[in-house]
């Protein structure tokens, strides 16, 4: 069974930097997908990025360019590097594998997920 564990999420102030990780229990190299997703209370699951096995990237349009993925395959662990943070980017978010080819942001086709980690973003 794949575990992830997220961690880095807290409290910062807008327009704040914050890095989340998420330390997974596979080896890479099985997975083919690791992907960021948020979901504020009473929405749905959004998908943030996601990086492939080939680090080719994906980012939703309303991150990109303030938001990366970098991936260490040698320590198993996925991060987000959050830039220019606002409040109404408050929510939980999780990492997620999966271990399908394709690279995708779509929440449903994730395998394993992670228990999520709160960020809170004050003004």
């Known amino acids: 069974q794949v575990q992830l564990v997220e961690s880095g999420g807290g409290s910062v102030q807008s327009g704040d930097s914050l890095t989340l990780s998420c330390k997974i229990s596979?080896?890479?190299?099985?997975?083919?997908?690791w992907g960021w997703f948020r979901q504020a209370p009473g929405k749905e699951r959004e998908g943030v990025a996601a990086?492939?096995?080939?680090?080719?990237?994906m980012y939703a349009d309303s991150w990109e360019g303030r938001f990366t993925i970098p991936r260490d395959n040698a320590k198993n662990t996925l991060y987000i590097q959050m830039k220019s943070l606002t409040p109404e980017e408050t929510t939980t978010y999780y990492c997620?594998?999966?271990?399908?080819?394709?690279?995708?942001?779509?929440?449903?086709?994730?395998?394993?997920w992670g228990q999520g980690t709160q960020v809170t973003v004050s003004s």
């Open positions: 997620a594998v999966k271990d399908t080819f394709g690279i995708t942001r779509a929440h449903q086709l994730y395998h394993y």
């Open positions: 990086i492939d096995h080939f680090h080719s990237t």
């Open positions: 596979e080896d890479s190299g099985k997975l083919f997908s």
